[in-house]
């Protein structure tokens, strides 16, 4: 293997997980590294319990490297958690390049998009409180615009299913309807730029609960009347948070009216029927799905994906779209998921 040794070798601080307990370094998967890009980050392999410069930072890795970690069956390669900032954002800057490499496993892309996402949305709950940040949200359109053509197929969503939480948090719920909500556009009659919208609607969905007290938004349980009827709030405060960008009607539908029922019994304004927007029917249905799907279902245990979709298409008729539940139906079976 060609490594330079002329660099100072590293301590290799517990690095395992993403990052280790000292925040030194942390493990990611040679796929990462393309030929012919330029990192702004070093890049080292380990050797017993130490680690190796193996390409420096702005060095330009090619398919020379690539092919010597291959060669010698090497699955990681380390970066200082001090350049975790600059990595950060060269997989942003690649991320479109990643999706659609078919030498990379789909389980790594899945993986690479689903730590993206969750992470973006994980920093905007926390830190946009009251208003969203033009940073944050190009770091979405980014997303959105780089994943769809991905998430279109059942095979992408069967790629993505091992590595989606169906935990607690806002941020992970926001990314499972954006996927859900990808899955179902990828065959439905819509112009592209449409599709984008509704999935920027999508991943910005509940954008509003930014805005909620935590104490509400991490509460485990039911929640009683004053807090629900401030909760119902997040449709009309997330249209708020994006007033100052011109993100388009499509994506101000799915925020404000993905809680609207066909029968007129939802909310912020009592829609029914075709009133509804199509967009906002899609991602209130997939909503619902995940809610029902996660540990957010405040009644019962998580249902299976059978059960929720039952439970949606028939204990719930009347609520949402029956076409909806039907294209979403054919690609959670397409994907394997039941
Ligand atoms: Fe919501």
Redesign the pocket.
């Known amino acids: 293997m060609q490594i330079d040794r002329s660099k100072l070798d590293l301590p290799l601080a517990g690095a395992k997980g993403e990052t280790d307990d000292e925040g030194f370094c942390f493990p990611i998967s040679p796929f990462m590294i393309f030929p012919e890009a330029c990192a702004e980050f070093a890049v080292y392999v380990r050797k017993g319990k130490n680690l190796i410069l193996f390409t420096r930072q702005g060095e330009q890795f090619t398919g020379a490297h690539k092919a010597s970690l291959h060669e010698n069956g090497i699955r990681e390669v380390y970066i200082q958690s001090s350049q975790k900032p600059d990595y950060d954002r060269y997989l942003e800057e690649h991320l479109g390049t990643i999706l659609i490499d078919e030498s990379i496993p789909s389980s790594v892309r899945s993986s690479v998009l689903y730590h993206q996402a969750t992470s973006i949305l994980g920093e905007i709950f926390e830190t946009n409180r009251h208003g969203l940040s033009s940073g944050s949200l190009n770091k979405l359109k980014n997303i959105v615009r780089s994943s769809l053509q991905f998430l279109s197929t059942g095979a992408a969503l069967r790629a993505m299913a091992p590595v989606m939480s169906h935990g607690y948090g806002v941020h992970t719920h926001s990314a499972n309807v954006f996927i859900y909500s990808a899955a179902i556009l990828g065959s439905w009659k819509m112009p592209v730029e449409e599709r984008l919208k509704t999935a920027l609607g999508a991943i910005l969905?509940?954008i509003?609960?930014a805005t909620m007290p935590r104490v509400i938004l991490n509460k485990h349980g039911k929640l009683n009347t004053e807090e629900r009827d401030l909760m119902k709030m997040?449709?009309v405060r997330g249209v708020g948070m994006c007033a100052m960008f011109h993100i388009g009607q499509t994506v101000i539908h799915c925020l404000l009216f993905?809680?609207e029922k066909l029968d007129g019994s939802g909310y912020p304004a009592g829609l029914s029927e075709s009133r509804i927007p199509l967009h906002a029917r899609i991602v209130g249905a997939v909503?619902a799905f995940d809610t029902f799907t996660s540990e957010r279902y405040f009644y019962a245990d998580p249902l299976s994906a059978h059960q929720a979709l039952t439970f949606l298409g028939e204990e719930m008729a009347g609520w949402y779209d029956p076409e909806v539940i039907i294209q979403f139906g054919k690609k959670l079976r397409e994907a394997g998921i039941d």
């Open positions: 969905h509940d509003g609960k997040h449709p993905h809680h909503d």
